[in-house]
């Protein structure tokens, strides 16, 4: 098969290599899309501590059913359109029996620790993958990972009908943070973004923006709340001022979850989450149930007009390197897809 391969740190080249032999419970995938990931950008980079040349990479995708293994619990039939929750768990220790697969010791993600996506073909544990809906895109159902994402992070958060949340970072995971919050109910939501593309992709979708370079975000924050926080508080930038901010703009009580990867190790006021009893949550890809359930409100139509929203380039396989570079450098990106079967560039 044809695949995008990751030979070295900087350098992708499309080439010929073996197409996956599958296990009694899993299942070969032909790809459709792929979205190009954060992720895919710092491996490409070497920022990874666990990804390793040669790698295929990608995570993001829709698929349709290649060939099952002897096993095929879910019945699956060659050609039905599917998206893969895309990780391998032991299963059997404390933490997957208690749904909490996505932190399993075990645990070995696509395209990082496994070839991914950016290929003809990937095979996939059949108790991961999920059926789509008829009417759903093959792009749009890429993004249903993402989307997972952030209904977890929502889900972790603990928000309730009618509370508040503050998102610093209006990228693609804090922009499906938003939307997630908002179809559960949040009564009022505040985004933090300087990007002015993603400010105004956001601004379309109807979500205020406050952006930290033309005002005080956490006066504003304050001004908003009448002086008592956000009840829910999402730090999905992973930098300094995010950490910072998190804090002053979360109410007494209130939850802060971690969803950006930090680009450093930075202090925290542990005096201020002492005094003002500050819970702080870790959010980590996404548990099974909240794959599922992301699956089903991406079939809604809310959700899939802002999936096809946030699909801005798109690229055949055979041009992944152009792809990660469009997501690394451009200013004027959300997500870029990657076609394995045939598809346009349209930059």
């Known amino acids: 098969m044809k695949a995008s391969v990751l030979t070295d740190f900087g350098k992708i080249e499309y080439k010929d290599v073996a197409e996956p032999v599958i296990d009694d419970d899993e299942v070969l995938i032909r790809v459709a899309c792929s979205g ?11 920022h990874h501590p666990a990804a390793k040349p040669p790698l295929i990479m990608g995570h993001e995708f829709s698929g349709t059913i290649a060939k099952t293994g002897n096993t095929n619990e879910k019945g699956f039939a060659e050609g039905e359109r599917v998206v ?7 299963g059997i220790c404390e933490l997957c029996i208690n749904g909490r697969d996505n932190v399993c010791p075990s645990l070995r993600i696509f395209g990082v620790h496994l070839d991914g996506s950016f290929a003809e073909y990937v095979k996939a544990p059949g108790l991961r993958v999920h059926r789509l809906s008829d009417g759903m895109d093959m792009k749009q159902a890429a993004l249903i990972e993402p989307l997972a994402v952030a209904l977890h992070d929502v889900r972790m958060s603990g928000l309730q009908v009618g509370q508040t949340a503050m998102v610093i970072g209006g990228g693609p995971i804090g922009l499906l943070i938003a939307e997630v919050a908002r179809m559960n109910g949040a009564s009022d939501i505040l985004v933090s973004e300087i990007n002015p593309f993603r400010k105004a992709l956001l601004a379309e979708l109807g979500f205020d923006v406050v952006d930290p370079k033309e005002s005080d975000v956490l006066q504003e924050a304050l001004r908003r709340t009448n002086g008592a926080g956000f009840d829910r508080v999402f730090e999905v930038s992973g930098s300094k001022p995010g950490s910072e901010l998190m804090l002053h703009s979360v109410k007494i009580g209130g939850t802060v979850v971690v969803v950006g990867i930090p680009a450093g190790k930075y202090p925290l006021d542990t005096d201020l989450i002492f005094k003002r009893e500050i819970r702080i949550q870790g959010a980590r890809i996404h548990a099974q149930i909240n794959f599922q359930d992301a699956v089903k409100m991406a ?23 152009a792809a990660v570079e469009t997501a690394r450098s451009s200013s004027e990106v959300a997500k870029v897809i990657v076609h394995s079967l045939s598809g346009s560039s349209n930059e």
Do not use: I, N, W
């Not at 893969?84 to 032991?90: G, T």
């Open 36 to 46: 190009v990931c954060g992720t895919d950008v710092h491996v490409s980079q070497g």
């Open 84 to 90: 893969v929750q895309p990780f391998y768990s032991c």
């Open 299 to 321: 079939a809604q139509p809310q959700m899939l007009t802002v999936l096809g929203k946030l699909v801005t380039h798109e690229y055949p396989l055979s041009e992944l390197a």
